[in-house]
Nanobody, 118 residues
């Protein structure tokens, strides 16, 4: 399986970005999807997650009310809409797909850089 992230960039505080994660090579609708963020010099932190058919989502307290995760199983795609971006949102954003029942099966994307700076 393969995941490809896109949509990152350099923006000003308060701006918005929409990240996209496109999957191929596996049955997308059987995988939970999670966005992680890795700030410079730090580990990967969970940003937001969505279950197989989108009925359940979860997000970090730091992004609640600003970020929205959604998915389109017909097009094997997950989105992360990020509004009111802050400098602390800077980092590499990674998409992870994990099988809903066999957690040993999971895939990572290569990441997309988001930089928020004035």
């Amino acid at each position: 399986g393969q995941l490809v992230e896109s949509g990152g960039g350099s923006v000003l505080p308060g701006d918005s970005l929409k990240l996209t994660c496109t999957a191929s090579g596996f049955i997308f609708s059987t995988f939970d999807i999670t966005w992680y963020r890795q700030a410079p010099g730090k580990g990967r932190d969970l940003v937001a997650s969505i279950n197989t058919f989108g009925g359940r989502t979860n997000s970090a307290d730091s992004v609640k009310g600003r970020f929205t995760i959604s998915r389109d199983n017909a097009n094997n795609t997950v989105y992360l809409q990020m509004n009111d971006l802050k400098p602390d949102d800077t980092g590499v954003y990674y998409c992870n797909a994990r099988h809903y029942s066999d957690y040993r099966i999971h895939y990572w994307g290569q990441g997309t850089q988001v930089t928020v700076s004035s």
